[in-house]
């Protein structure tokens, strides 16, 4: 519960944020640099004393995201926002070790769902009001 509620609160802090940061860059650069880095996240634990081929799991998933980032970002911001959304899913692969084992944290996958789901929902409805240069 308690992963739950933090991750509400981290997701609605990153939304704020992102409208501070507003000022200075695009709303679709900064969910693209925030994509890419949420995207190695798993990498960073996958190198902590976990087997070859879960690294080389969690580095193709990365680059998979990496690349809707890049995409998203020249083509179509949706991109982006859907990207933020599948990291949302391949973080429940992780809970409790059930579809994908590598060794991370036991409150990560709950924390970080939550904070995927509100803030790619955020940024569907965000790319889908405004114009594509936002």
Same mark, same amino acid.
């Given at each position: 519960?308690?992963?739950?509620?933090?991750?509400? &609160? $981290?997701?609605? #802090? +990153?939304?704020?944020?992102?409208? =501070?940061?507003?000022?200075?860059?695009? !709303?679709? @650069? *900064? %969910?693209?640099?925030?994509?890419?880095?949420?995207?190695?996240?798993?990498?960073?634990?996958?190198?902590?004393?976990?087997?070859?081929?879960?690294?080389?799991?969690? &580095? $193709?998933?990365? #680059? +998979?995201?990496?690349?809707?980032? =890049?995409?998203?970002?020249?083509?179509? !911001?949706? @991109? *982006? %926002?859907?990207?933020?959304?599948?990291?949302?899913?391949?973080?429940?692969?992780?809970?409790?070790?059930?579809?994908?084992?590598?060794?991370?944290?036991?409150?990560?996958?709950?924390?970080?769902?939550?904070?995927?789901?509100?803030?790619?929902?955020?940024?569907?409805?965000?790319?889908?009001?405004?114009?594509?240069?936002?």
């Amino acid at each position: 519960m308690i992963e739950t509620i933090s991750g509400v &609160i $981290a997701a609605v #802090v +990153l939304i704020i944020v992102s409208l =501070i940061l507003n000022k200075y860059f695009t !709303t679709k @650069l *900064i %969910a693209a640099t925030i994509l890419v880095a949420i995207a190695f996240i798993y990498v960073g634990f996958a190198l902590k004393d976990n087997a070859l081929p879960y690294i080389i799991l969690e &580095i $193709a998933f990365a #680059v +998979l995201l990496y690349f809707m980032a =890049i995409i998203g970002y020249s083509k179509n !911001t949706s @991109l *982006i %926002a859907y990207g933020i959304i599948i990291h949302g899913v391949w973080d429940i692969f992780h809970h409790n070790g059930g579809i994908v084992k590598t060794n991370i944290p036991a409150y990560w996958p709950s924390f970080c769902f939550i904070i995927d789901i509100v803030y790619g929902l955020y940024l569907l409805y965000i790319f889908k009001k405004l114009p594509a240069w936002v």
